[in-house]
């Protein structure tokens, strides 16, 4: 375990991202994180607002393929806006 964290490319990763530069693997990084609690928050309201007409399975499930719908484009959005791909 602490040879992985030695490694150099791992301990500058680890700098940069607990001190919020961000660079094109920390926006990587930020992008998944927003994917993943975006789709938590589509299966979520899907179940809340559909769950009882469509059953809470189908609500869920369309739920996680319609939450990231709004939320992948607006973390690109912000990820341009704070510069990433204009360095």
Do not use: C, H, Q, R
């Not at 589509?42 to 809470?56: S, T």
């Amino acid at each position: 375990m602490t040879e992985i964290l030695n490694d150099p490319l791992i301990n500058d990763f680890i700098t940069s991202f607990a001190s919020g530069d961000i660079n094109w693997v920390t926006g990587f990084v930020w992008l998944l994180v927003a994917t993943a609690f975006s789709i938590a928050g589509g299966v979520i309201g899907g179940i809340i607002l559909a769950g009882k007409d469509l059953g809470y399975e189908l609500a869920a499930i369309l739920g996680g393929f319609f939450g990231p719908a709004g939320a992948i484009p607006a973390t690109i959005l912000w990820l341009l806006m704070m510069g990433i791909l204009t360095n």
